[in-house]
T-cell receptor, first 114, second 106 residues
Framework: EAQVTQNPRYLITVTGKKLTVTCSQN?????MSWYRQDPGLGLRQIYY???????DKGDVPEGYKVSRKEKRNFPLILESPSPNQTSLYFC?????????????FGPGTRLTVL | DAKTTQPNSMESNEEEPVHLPCNHS???????IHWYRQLPSQGPEYVIH???SNVNNRMASLAIAEDRKSSTLILHRATLRDAAVYYC???????FGKGTRLHILP
């Protein structure tokens, strides 16, 4: 089954404790992206990757890192999480980035930073 | 400005057609319009996309104005499962915004 998986689905952590949210897709997609969703603000793009070793900032990249060492994986790294990073995070992938075709979204990761 | 403009919410009766509008007055001639929807407690899912002419698929139809400054997502026969937030985005700048919350009345 074609899908985007994220782990963990739920995470409660404390300020400053490094964490990684994994994202994996099995569709051989070139384009992958991370979004955060907050009440009243909609979905905002954090980082995206057009292919292996190619990443770029989205609209809200501060406090986040990403890497794309393999085509299927695109982890989101929070080196020193803060409470304002409490949010619902979605990973997405698409077969190509221009024009951006259908994006497949993961189920989401709900992160709480205390 | 790469944003699109949508009404915050809309309401429709079950089994009736729904027309969801979107304004994108600054869109260029090569930017596609995409529609996604987000059901409660789920990630967004793709609905449809188009460039100039009207498009149809199994989920919906997309009517794009001749000047491309606006478009309309058409759900031909709404069901309760269509209750969701609908996002209109342009692919030169991926901004989901707040979308339109569609309520379906039984």
């Amino acid at each position: 089954e074609a899908q985007v998986t994220q782990n963990p689905r739920y995470l409660i952590t404390v300020t400053g404790k490094k964490l990684t949210v994994t994202c994996s897709q099995n569709m051989n997609h070139e384009y992958m992206s991370w979004y955060r969703q907050d009440p009243g603000l909609g979905l905002r793009q954090i980082y995206y990757s057009m292919n292996v070793e190619v990443t770029d900032k989205g609209d809200v990249p501060e406090g986040y890192k990403v890497s794309r060492k393999e085509k299927r994986n695109f982890p989101l790294i929070l080196e020193s999480p803060s409470p304002n990073q409490t949010s619902l995070y979605f990973c997405a992938s698409s077969i190509r980035d221009f024009p951006l075709l259908e994006q497949f979204f993961g189920p989401g990761t709900r992160l709480t930073v205390l | 400005d790469a944003k699109t403009t949508q009404p915050n919410s809309m309401e429709s009766n079950e089994e009736e057609p729904v027309h969801l509008p979107c304004n994108h007055s600054t869109i260029s001639g090569t930017d596609y319009i995409h529609w996604y929807r987000q059901l409660p407690s789920q990630g967004p899912e793709y609905v449809i996309h188009g460039l100039t002419s009207n498009v149809n698929n199994r989920m919906a139809s997309l009517a794009i104005a001749e000047d491309r400054k606006s478009s309309t997502l058409i759900l031909h026969r709404a069901t309760l499962r269509d209750a969701a937030v609908y996002y209109c985005i342009r692919d030169d700048k991926i901004i989901f915004g707040k979308g339109t919350r569609l309520h379906i009345l039984p």
